[in-house]
């Protein structure tokens, strides 16, 4: 089933909550940062994975910065993609999944086309304790990633994310997990589904932002 209909489903039967506003603007508790939120259905019942992004409000235009991303998944989810530059090939993928004792791995991946993406330092990502944890229902990662706002395509052109407004990102989802499920470099089985939305980055500044990623990460 295609993403869009599963939205058309779940609205006509009135299972969409404040959750799913576009572009929530979020204050988490456990970082001190502002995020703006957006939440993808990847099942027709009404599941689905918040994605969220803080930068610095010093962020300028055609620059990078850095981006502290924060995802909030079901525990029925086996991985969670990210696309930061709103597609699969060449650009700078984000997988996260859950290891055998609980706790979360991400993978840094880059796809020579849609074919399996292989581990990448292409962005690093830097895993916040603080803002990372499981109960009984979903698990949450919150990562600092130096890389995820700009970089180079394979034609040596830059791509920049804008600081000043939206952004076009995608997701893709698996219910099965990686084959090695302690291996950040583990491959992985194919998606189930995927999507698209425009982040919006420009009320994701955070003034402190500096201060309070250098306490994050110490
Ligand atoms: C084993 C791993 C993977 C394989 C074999 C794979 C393969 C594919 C294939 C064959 C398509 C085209 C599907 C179609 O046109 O209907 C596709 C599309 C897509 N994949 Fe993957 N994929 C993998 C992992 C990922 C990951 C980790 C992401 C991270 C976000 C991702 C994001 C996407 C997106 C967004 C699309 C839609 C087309 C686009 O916008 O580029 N994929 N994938």
Known sequence: MKLSSLVGLVAA??????????NAVVRDADTGLTFTSNFQLYKADGRGITFRVAIPESAESYTSY?????????N???????????????VPLLLAWRGSSNNVILSG????????????????????????????????YTALCRGC?????????YRYLSPR?????????SPNRPFDVNN?????PIHEVHGYWS????????????????????
């Open 165 to 173: 407004g939206g952004n076009r990102l995608a997701f893709a989802y």
């Open 66 to 74: 850095d981006v502290v991303v924060q995802a909030i998944v079901p």
């Open 13 to 22: 039967v009135g299972t969409a909550t404040a959750q799913s506003t576009p």
């Open 109 to 140: 991946r880059l796809a020579n086309g849609y074919i399996a993406p292989q581990p990448s330092n292409i962005a690093q990502y830097t895993l916040i304790p603080a803002g990372t944890k499981s109960n009984a229902t979903h698990w949450q």
């Open 184 to 188: 950040p470099s583990s491959s992985i």
């Open 199 to 218: 982040h919006d980055f420009a009320a994701a500044r955070n003034r402190d932002f500096e201060s309070i990623v250098a306490r994050l990460t110490s």
């Open 76 to 90: 029925d989810v086996g991985w969670a993609g990210l696309s930061w530059g709103g597609s699969m090939p060449r």
């Open 149 to 157: 706002s700009a970089w180079v395509q394979t034609n040596g052109a």
